[in-house]
């Protein structure tokens, strides 16, 4: 089942320590296939020397496993809850460490410079903590609802914005696919590092003005958009 989707999350859940994102098993990366409303998600806990395709999981969107021998990565409830509220394809976890500096800070990432600009429409959110009720209800279905929330309230599309902190845990981040969804972590962890050099440098640096913001993003991802080979 999902054959191809399981080879495809496989490889991107690889990418993961390649890219420096990860530490032993630290991370998960799952994909969604919207004729079935299924998803492929990495099991938990497997060591990824030993790791193979086959051993993906597959869960539909209540949570439960429909194929697979091992249990699926213990953030798989997050997951199905943003699949089924996001319109993505893809959604990757990491405890990255310069996103997950400013996570456990509880800061919104801001725009401050054009390499920002080119995935994130505006600052990336710090969602909330849990309440011990939500702990204590399931912990990981209401990390997913905690970050439908934030980006409810605050009026963000997650299209625009394919990435959250969670205060006190680390980043989540989305896109098309596996391979984009890889791509925003990088950048997320990227940007993260450079705000932080950027205050170190210069307290006072300036956020990036819209007409900047916009520029960029737009040039990429606008209808007019120009960037890249058409």
Not at 27 to 40: H, I, R, T
Not at 81 to 91: A, P, T, V
Not at 183 to 200: A, D, G, P
């Amino acid at each position: 089942m999902l054959e191809s989707l399981k080879e495809e999350v496989f490889n991107a859940n690889l990418e993961l320590p390649k890219r420096g994102l990860i530490k032993y098993t630290w991370g998960n990366v799952s994909a969604f296939d919207k004729e079935s409303q299924l998803f492929v998600i990495k099991p938990s806990g497997v060591n990824y020397r030993t790791m193979k395709a086959d051993d993906m999981v597959v869960c539909n969107l209540n949570g439960e496993v429909i194929e697979g021998s091992l249990k699926p990565s213990s953030d798989m409830p997050t997951h199905a809850e943003l699949y089924k509220s996001f319109d993505i394809g893809s959604i990757v976890h990491t405890h990255s460490p310069w996103a997950t500096v400013w996570a456990q800070a509880g800061l919104d990432v801001p725009a401050m410079g054009t390499t920002h600009a080119d995935t994130f429409y505006g600052s990336v959110p710090c969602a909330r903590y849990l309440t011990e009720q939500e702990i204590e209800q399931n912990y990981e279905k209401e990390t997913g609802k905690i970050i439908i929330e934030t980006f409810e309230e605050r009026n963000i599309d997650p299209i625009e914005v394919p990435g959250v902190l969670l205060k006190g845990h680390a980043p989540f981040t989305w896109g098309e696919n596996p391979e984009e969804a890889v791509m925003h972590t990088v950048v997320l962890e990227e940007i993260c590092k450079m705000n932080f050099y950027t205050r170190q440098l210069n307290p006072l640096s300036e956020i990036l003005p819209d007409r900047i913001l916009d520029k960029h993003y737009q040039r990429k991802h606008g209808l007019n958009a120009y960037y890249g080979q058409n």
